[in-house]
């Protein structure tokens, strides 16, 4: 019985490890939307963005956390599969710095520029939390200096993949 126990549950745990550190939750999302999933195309004014897509509870809490960097043209959109809505946000696990793009019908309504990381020792109660000033649809992390590189302002169209 235990020749047959130990290799079963070694078998078991080797899954367990291999989900985690794979990235996979039990939904079949990745937990990390940059690293596999194919990416979607949108346009900011007129620079064209790859972007992961953050459409569950566990990949929005993720979001970039814990990335030490990003490509120049890509970004994570956050799709929270309602419009109108008024969700914050705050740099916990943070590695790079980023502006944080705020968009409702198609149009950036806000944008929070050069958000650096916090320092690790920083509580999560600590932690500054960024809203939007008007109700919103989607966010769009991309990296710091993103929006004035590329003159994206209050009003920019913003163009969303169908599906979306």
Request: proline share 7%; aromatic share 8%.
């Amino acid at each position: 019985m235990r020749s047959i126990l130990i290799p079963l549950l070694a078998t078991a745990l080797f899954i367990v490890v291999l989900g985690i550190f794979g990235g996979k939750l039990g939904n079949g999302h990745i937990l990390n939307p940059l690293a596999e999933e194919p990416k979607k195309d949108i346009t900011v004014g007129t620079t064209p963005l790859k972007v992961g897509i953050a459409d569950d509870e566990a990949e929005r809490k993720e979001g970039l956390s814990g990335k030490s960097s990003l490509p120049e043209a890509e970004g994570l959109l956050f799709d929270f599969g309602q419009k109108d809505i008024y969700p914050s946000f705050w740099m916990r696990g943070m590695l790079i710095p980023i502006d944080i793009i705020w968009i409702n019908d198609g149009k950036v309504v806000k944008i929070d520029k050069n958000l650096q990381p916090p320092a690790k020792e920083t509580s999560d109660s600590s932690l500054k939390l960024y809203y939007p000033d008007k109700p919103i649809d989607y966010v769009l992390e991309v990296n710091a200096g993103f929006a004035d590189k590329n003159g994206v302002e209050i009003g920019t169209e913003v163009g969303l993949p169908d599906g979306i």
